[in-house]
Nanobody, 129 residues
Framework: QVQLVESGGGLVQAGGSLRLSCAAS????????ITWFRQAPGKEREFVAA???????YYADSVKGRFTISRDNAQNTVYLQMNGLKPEDTAVYYCAADSFAPGYFSSSVYKSSLKYNYWGQGTQVTVSS
């Protein structure tokens, strides 16, 4: 099992930057695939970015070129660097983790919040116009 704790959210003006962190417990962190989702008020939870245990990265079209996901297995942490923030990025951001079979981490899997067993509590990101 793994426990996840997000941090780094806050209030920022449009065009600004934030770096979110997702810190994990346990000594098997490197075997997990990690994904960031977000949920705005009244909307469904949506995929933002993912990094596999083999260091492949994937992004939603809405954040491609602005957000960067990375992981530091020595620190048991995944980061989401968010630049060029827009008001529509306002949401609670969650990190999720699971260990998928090799070759199974396709777009139909990593984009689905239903596939993950482990979740953090979320961190609020608010972007003012």
């Amino acid at each position: 099992q793994v426990q996840l704790v997000e941090s780094g959210g806050g209030l920022v003006q449009a065009g600004g930057s934030l770096r979110l962190s997702c810190a994990a417990s346990g000594n098997t962190f490197s075997t997990y695939d990690i994904t960031w989702f977000r949920q705005a008020p009244g909307k469904e939870r949506e995929f933002v970015a993912a990094v596999s245990r083999s260091l492949m990265t994937y992004y939603a079209d809405s954040v491609k070129g602005r957000f960067t996901i990375s992981r530091d297995n020595a620190q048991n942490t995944v980061y989401l660097q968010m630049n060029g923030l827009k008001p529509e990025d306002t949401a609670v951001y969650y990190c999720a983790a699971d260990s998928f079979a090799p070759g199974y981490f396709s777009s139909s899997v990593y984009k689905s919040s239903l596939k993950y067993n482990y979740w953090g509590q979320g961190t609020q990101v608010t972007v003012s116009s």
